[in-house]
């Protein structure tokens, strides 16, 4: 009989390593941060980190004295694989997000080899309430976001608990509910069982509150599976001694809980507004239900990450043996992207798989995944074949071996194994099924080993584990002052944008502040490259290129192959009359994407700026010859002719718009008769045609505002 899942006692808990990981598991997803000038992923990244090297830290002490022989398995070397390369790959790829990359690794490697180390079949009932606490505080906050309009953590896409997006709480919440469900099997019944059965209601609800398609798929080839599971192991659970009253106690707090939470209507404005449904139940089936709509795979979410998926394919093709270097992803996926895209589509590839492969290489990345799947069939076939005492192991396997699974399947539409719960996760749960192997004895040269030990090596790893806490410490402490200065930033340089208040500080001021802090936050970070570049444009909103192109000047030297950045550095030259700069932005642009319309039309309106009128004249009208034109490029020919007197190049570029853009055409009709009513020009007759067109293109509704717009000579002939 597996051991119950008795609550841990909390005093003892925190003198262990277990329970420090307990300890961790549980805070990360419940705790976050109330504001958005530190980023959720940074809090839980710096629990994950204090929360193995603690661990480790008394686990070695422990040792101190001691000649026990340790264990090693053989999945250890996959993280520490992948930091190998990523240390390496520092030294010709980028190196910041290599290193990121290389420590990330580490940690996983620590708690992986910390838990074959430490978890025992007694004490994992510690570190999985840890885990299922942790997700039902983290439900508790989505579900009040959803019903109450809670908000005290900010939101990108809600309910999202503390995770800043709800894509993110769904993946971790779907992989904890294995063990969740371990737990409620092998607990005796008492007092906890309903709770426990009620807050696992809660965190299926809570999960069906965001919607989020790839944990709802998740969830429906959980259910079959954990029935298997829990028919084929029923004599290992203590469910199996429940008497039939108690399991239909269970039963129906788990259905009624589901049912009746899941029906409970959302009280949050925003939530009712994305008209997917006003209660979890009906919010899971209509997300669900999308999936089928053909609009999804060309307009919707899937149709954007295709384009992801795409791009990264051509990249692996492009770098099959290197890939371009741990974390560096984001630094080249535009150099893979379609040639009409400037801006990078995201940050991740959103697929876990594939971007392991563009980052470390068919041979490093291809082979870890080939391990990562061959030892689940392995693993499976082996808790499948369990007879006997060994037996005992079974159930914790194959619930560990689920969550597995359920990682692995939102990380086809995700980047969960980048966020610091699930990569959490994604560690005990190989060190489960790596303490399991060694429990069975399962001798083979891929599975447990024993390590030889002397107190020496003990001394030696507390050493290395305090300059590990050491830096650690260091590097959370730049980083939150990095992302508080630019955040600070960001909304000071917001605020100039509205009229300015009595009892705020004089314009002048908040500007100073603004600077400030970018000045501050970038030299501490100069790779947070999407927060500099909010700051960049903002300033260049507000016309202070000055300022706006040493921010994006910061910024492309950590991404050098984004087009937009290069052309806003190439637009902000040109306004500040630094025309050679901004032809070296353009060479950059023209490298980047040098068949692209955008590119032409930067080209065009830098010849412009420049003073060489009649070359871009020549320049637009050739690709208006050609029909290589986009909306942006006859916009800059319109504004280009207007601005030069060009009255021809004006009018042919509004001409075509109205052609080519039938949507736009009351205003390309207003703009033509304005041209053809200017006494540069004069033809009353082409005007008075032009402002009747217009008026007939105008919506019903904006027909008498359109009217009274018209100069006042043509309004009483329509």
Known sequence: MHP????????????????????????????????????????????????????????????????????????????????????????????????????????????????????????TPTLLWGVHGGAVVASLWAALQFWLDLGMFPQAALPAATFINRNFFAEYVVCTLPFSVYLLATMRPSRWLPLLAGTIALNVVALMMTGTRSALIALWVLAPVFAMILLRYRNQFALGKWSGAVRALVGLILVAGIWGLGSIPSGNPKVIAENTGTTALERSFVRTASMAKPTEYTEGSFSIRSVMWKATARMVMAHPWTGVGAGAWEVQIPLYQNASTTLETDYYAHNEFLQLLSEYGLPIGGLCLAVVFAYMLIAAGKTWQLQGAELQEAPLRALTLSSLLTLLLVSNAGFPWHLASCGALLAVCLALLAGSDARLGYQQPFFAKVLRWLPAYSRAALALLVCCAALAIYITQQAAAAEYKLVHAITLAESLRRPQRADKPPFAVRKAQVLTYVREGVAINPHYRKLTAEVAEILAAGEDWGNAVWILES????????????????????????????????????????????????????LSRAGHDEQATRMLNTYFDQG???????????????????????????????????????????????????????????????????????????????????????????
């Not at 264990?71 to 240390?87: D, S, T």
């Open 4 to 123: 119950p899942a008795t609550l841990p006692s909390p005093a003892r808990a925190l003198a262990t390593p277990v329970g420090i990981l307990a300890v961790t598991m549980f805070l990360v997803p419940a705790a976050g941060v109330p504001s958005e000038l530190v980023l959720q992923d940074t809090l839980k990244s710096a629990l994950v980190a204090f929360g193995v090297l603690g661990a480790a830290l008394v686990f070695f002490w422990q040792q101190r004295h001691h000649t026990t022989p340790l264990q090693w398995h053989g999945l250890v070397w996959l993280p520490l694989v992948l930091m190998g390369y990523a240390l390496g790959s520092m030294a010709w790829s980028h190196t910041y997000l290599a290193g990121v990359e290389a420590i990330r690794w580490f940690l996983l490697a620590l708690l992986l080899w910390l838990g074959l180390n430490t978890l025992t079949r007694e004490n």
């Open 555 to 606: 910024t492309a030297a950590s991404r050098p192959n984004v087009p937009a950045i290069w052309t806003g550095l190439a637009m902000g030259h040109a306004r500040l009359g630094h025309h050679e700069l901004a032809q070296q932005a353009l060479q950059q642009v023209q490298r980047l994407k040098p068949d692209a319309l955008s590119t032409r039309t930067l080209e065009a309106i830098l």
């Open 628 to 718: 290589a034109f986009d909306f942006d490029m006859i916009q800059s020919g319109y504004a280009i002719g207007y601005k030069t007197h060009n009255w021809s190049l004006a009018i042919r570029s509004l001409e075509l718009r109205i052609k080519t853009w039938p949507d736009h055409a009351a205003d390309g009709y207003f703009r033509l008769g304005k041209l053809y009513a200017d006494p540069a020009v004069q033809d009353a007759a082409k005007a008075l045609a032009a402002f009747k067109a217009g008026l007939n293109a105008a919506p019903d509704e904006q027909k008498e505002n359109y009217r009274h717009q018209v100069p006042a000579p043509y309004q009483a002939r329509m």
